[in-house]
């Protein structure tokens, strides 16, 4: 029979043993990580195999704490570093994730071609050069319908009434959000249909493509209209759907802002909404946040 002395040995040399076997797994670990960052290869699943077994060795699970530098913002989605300008990306991520907010210097890029929801980002002055922007377009009546023959905006910078197409060939804009459609479904009469409207939306992008093919194209989704519009989101949604298929199709990216815009009972914010359907100074101000929040590098569009 073994002395108490003995049997304490023992312990000790076992404890050591699975010391020893954990330091080797750590080390392990290690060096796959350095190896694979070496080549610039993705460590995730490699890791998580590794740290398993270290956990079940120590008999102490390893804690990841991730940290959400938008946390607070609106808890809508895990936050993401912005894609780099790297032009190496395969295709448009085509609905825009969450990223980190790129300041205004990053909305200062952009030029706005739209109808009367956003508008007020140039009548308002929400945008760093206020009322006296150039980079908002609509309609010369204020308004801009997609199912026109030919949808034509007034720019007196660039000559005046002219197609969004002729603007994007003299304007050249490094970003373009396009913010359009609405009007086509609240006007009197029999409102666009979904082919048509989605006809009429590819048609437009791959025009502004032609027109200026290095210029960033985001396309934003239709937000839910004021409560007397008769537009809820259960409403818009079938054209979103209509708009991100032309995203693809085109090469373009779209930004999917109408969750963030509805009420519980599916219409426009109060607190957004302006009347008529368009955004009230808060809710371009919400608008305005979550382009800076969804960034996309130049460079990286198809």
């Known amino acids: 029979m073994k002395s108490k002395r003995e049997k304490k040995r023992a312990v000790l040399i076992e ?11 750590i080390s392990a670990a290690a060096f796959v990580s350095c190896g694979r960052r070496g080549r610039g290869e993705d460590s ?26 938008n946390a607070g913002n609106n808890g809508e989605s895990e936050t993401t570093s912005p894609p780099d300008d790297t032009g190496t990306s395969s295709g448009p991520v085509v609905s825009l994730p969450q ?13 706005f071609v739209c109808d009367s929801t956003i508008y007020g980002l140039k009548s308002l002055g929400m945008l760093t050069d206020g009322r006296s922007t150039k980079n908002v377009v609509t309609g010369q009546g204020g308004s801009l319908f997609l199912g026109s023959d030919e949808p034509l905006v007034f720019a007196p910078d660039l000559g005046g009434v002219m197609s969004v197409e002729a603007f994007c060939s003299k304007k050249l804009p490094e970003y373009l959000l396009l913010s359009l459609g609405a009007e086509d479904l609240k006007k009197s009469g029999t409102p666009l249909s979904l082919e048509d409207f989605s006809a009429s939306y590819l048609a437009l992008l791959q025009k502004i493509k032609s027109a200026s093919p290095n210029t960033v194209v985001i396309c934003l989704s239709l937000l839910p209209g004021s409560k007397n519009s008769g537009l809820s989101l259960s409403d818009v949604e079938p054209y979103n759907a209509r708009i991100l298929s032309a995203a693809e199709a085109a090469g373009v990216y779209y930004l999917d802002a109408a969750s963030s815009f509805s009420a519980s009972d599916g219409y426009l914010r109060v607190d957004c909404d302006a009347g008529d359907s368009r955004l009230s100074a808060a809710g371009l101000a919400r608008l305005l946040e979550l382009i800076r929040t969804h960034y996309i590098g130049n460079g990286e569009q198809q």
Do not use: Q
């Open 15 to 25: 404890r050591t043993a699975l010391l020893l076997a954990a330091s080797s797994v």
């Open 44 to 69: 995730g699943t490699a890791d998580e195999s590794i740290t398993e077994s270290v956990s079940e060795t120590m008999r102490e699970p390893l804690s990841t704490v991730i940290i959400d530098i």
């Open 99 to 111: 990223t980190l907010d790129m300041g205004t210097k990053y909305t200062d890029k952009f030029t």
